[in-house]
């Protein structure tokens, strides 16, 4: 009986002290949930708080930007310093750009009147820069032409001729019309080589032509300004529809052939060899073939039989004002 009673005793003993267990390991669960919620609690406020402080710091920032800056009458536009080295007014090229006297210098949007300038296909670069606290200051570059071609279209059931420019690198212009330009001498376009056989799907206003033949005939009228012939012959047109070879006709109504693929500077000097022996015998070119180096095959005829070519349109003067 005492055996009996001696192991109900160690029996009970033993559950009590597994629910006083049972029950820590409960409350310390409890313990170790309540201090993640607190520490939840405490994340979510510190960053209710700080989202606070940006919003309104943010809001702060915005307010001040606008009343001290965007807005203040101290940095409204009171003078926009625009130059061009080109034709174009100074009036055009601001309507152009989109701004005018008044307009907050710090609110300007400086690459979007960059892009909008230079999108127009007679500008070459823009530079734009503020100059506080009243000024703008626009530097435009505008592109030279270098040679002419028509293009035939169908307008309206008539066939319109549209001439088309393109400048040293290629890239074709449409000429401004004559409100946009100080000197309308400058819209005269006749002292500029005309390119014949030219595509004109290739003629895309604003972009540079891809044919090989037009960008040759373009280099070759670059050496041919610096070459000894420039001011002893004059280039009128330039045939670029043959296959690797640029035929050239002078004022006289020569014709001189040249290879689009090889060094035009040493063809140049072979044509003023030939002109020089030309010009003592009394004879004019009336073809040369200079895209070979020997045996030049040429034919003349006698100066005083070819009438007096016409005399060459002067480039304007804004042009030559440029050049110089």
């Not at 606008?66 to 174009?88: C, H």
């Not at 100080?182 to 540079?208: F, S």
């Not at 009128?236 to 002078?250: F, N, Q, W, Y």
């Amino acid at each position: 009986m005492l055996q009996n009673i001696t192991r109900l005793f160690k029996g009970n003993r033993r559950l009590h002290r597994e629910n006083q267990n049972v029950l820590r390991v409960k409350l310390r669960t409890d313990q170790l949930q309540a201090a993640r919620a607190r520490f939840v609690m405490q994340g979510l406020t510190v960053l209710f708080v700080a989202a606070v402080i940006l919003f309104l710091g943010w809001r702060g920032v915005d307010w001040a930007v606008r009343e001290f800056v965007m807005e203040n009458p101290a940095f409204a536009t009171k003078v926009i310093d625009l130059q061009t080295d080109g034709i174009l007014t100074v009036e055009s090229l601001r309507n152009i750009a989109g701004v005018r006297v008044g307009q907050n210098l710090m609110s300007l949007d400086l690459a979007r009147i960059k892009r909008d300038l230079e999108l127009r296909d007679y500008i070459q670069s823009a530079a734009v820069e503020r100059v506080l606290p009243d000024t703008l200051r626009i530097r435009v570059m505008e592109r030279v032409p270098v040679a002419q071609t028509v293009v035939t279209r169908q307008e309206n059931g008539r066939f319109a001729h549209l001439p088309h420019l393109l400048d040293a690198g290629g890239f074709v212009m449409v000429p401004p019309n004559r409100a946009m330009v100080a000197d309308p001498t400058a819209l005269q376009i006749d002292w500029l080589p005309a390119l014949v056989g030219v595509n004109p799907v290739d003629l895309k206003p604003g972009r540079q032509v891809e044919s090989a033949q037009v960008r040759a005939a373009l280099r070759l009228l670059q050496h041919f300004e610096r070459s000894s012939m420039f001011g002893r012959s004059d280039i009128r047109r330039v045939d670029v529809s043959g296959i690797e070879v640029l035929t050239v006709t002078t004022a006289t109504g020569g014709e001189i052939t040249f290879a689009s693929n090889r060094d035009f500077d040493a063809q140049l000097r072979r044509w003023r060899a030939v002109q020089d022996v030309a010009t003592q015998q009394g004879k004019v070119i009336s073809t040369l073939d200079v895209s070979i180096s020997q045996n030049l095959p040429a034919r003349w005829v006698e100066a005083s039989t070819v009438p007096a070519p016409p005399a060459k349109p002067a480039k304007p003067a804004p042009y030559r004002r440029k050049n110089a």
